[in-house]
């Protein structure tokens, strides 16, 4: 299973993250820190679902660790870390989901394959626009983390949803995610 954006990142948006990197890398790693919280998030809510537990502790780990390195690139460029903000995009995008067990599941799988998928893309985006080097390798990297971790999570809604369900509730919520990612203001922000 695989899906695709609805909407593409605008050369706009890339111009505001190359503008401020510092900027971005700020927020680069809170993205990561929330990330490994979301994974240990879904194993506190998910005890009974091994399979999604063990896939959860592994992305937790592997979030972590990308919170180190980007903490690295801080920490060497004389930087610090700000106070996590609210996330406009992830925000709106959890507002759309379903009520019930079943559904809060799915749309929670789906929701987080959209973002890791956005991830992938504007981190490729990236990767592409810095000059060779160790953080061009770096973001490279990350976007394909990024792309294993948005079929990880399709793959876990597979595992665990009503595979009925799934196609048409991800074009739904591809759908609204479209719509949320051109309104958001271009800012040096993931999202």
Not at 147 to 155: A, I, M
Request: with cysteine.
């Amino acid at each position: 299973m695989d899906f695709k954006l609805k909407y593409s990142s605008s050369k706009a948006w890339l111009d505001a993250v190359i503008g401020n990197f510092d900027q971005f890398l700020v927020d680069h790693a809170s993205c990561e820190k929330k990330a490994s919280g979301m994974a240990i998030s879904m194993i506190s809510h998910y005890p009974d679902k091994p399979i999604l537990v063990k896939a959860m502790l592994d992305l937790a780990i592997e979030e972590l660790s990308h919170f180190r390195d980007v903490m690295a690139l801080l920490i060497n460029k004389g930087l610090q870390s700000g106070a996590d903000h609210k996330d406009a995009y992830v925000n709106q995008l959890h507002k759309a989901m379903g009520k019930g067990t079943e559904a809060y599941l799915l749309d929670r799988l789906l929701i987080a394959s959209i973002v890791e998928a956005r991830g992938a893309e504007r981190f490729g985006m990236i990767a592409e626009a810095l000059p060779n080097g160790s953080l061009k390798t770096f973001y490279t990297s990350i976007a394909e983390s990024e792309h294993k971790h948005y079929l990880l999570f399709l793959s876990l809604a597979d595992q665990h949803c009503d595979s009925k369900k799934i196609i048409p509730r991800l074009d739904g919520l591809l759908d609204i995610e479209a719509d949320i990612i051109q309104k958001l203001p271009l800012r040096p922000t993931l999202h």
